[in-house]
């Protein structure tokens, strides 16, 4: 194990915070995430449009490869994974998931 493997897994276990990840049609999983909130302001012509995402950064370790439509639960919240995951770190360690907040019915 690289040392940039060992702080991943350290900053996950002293940062991370608690979520629970399912895959569709799969069995649930607790990990540790650390989430991010960029809302975006997109233009279009003379209007803002504030749109509301959360991403979440993922180990490897934890889900070796989330799809679009999985879940994630965080702080009561359930989020669907949109597009494909992107890897954060050139060692491919962590993924970088984006997400919309899931309606509910």
């Not at 370790?61 to 999985?70: F, H, K, L, V």
């Not at 359930?78 to 962590?94: E, F, K, M, N």
């Amino acid at each position: 194990m690289s040392i940039f493997a060992l702080v991943v897994d350290r900053n996950f276990f002293v940062m991370g915070e608690p979520a629970v990840y399912t895959p569709d049609g799969g069995p649930s999983k607790s990990i540790k995430v650390m989430p991010r909130r960029p809302d975006e302001i997109i233009g279009f012509g003379d209007t803002s449009i504030s749109t509301n995402t959360a991403i979440f950064d993922i180990r490897v370790a934890d889900i070796a490869s989330p799809q679009e439509g999985d879940t994630l639960l965080f702080k009561e919240i359930t989020y669907v994974v949109q597009g494909s995951p992107a890897y954060q770190d050139g060692d491919r360690l962590i993924w970088r998931v984006n997400t919309y907040p899931q309606e509910n019915p």
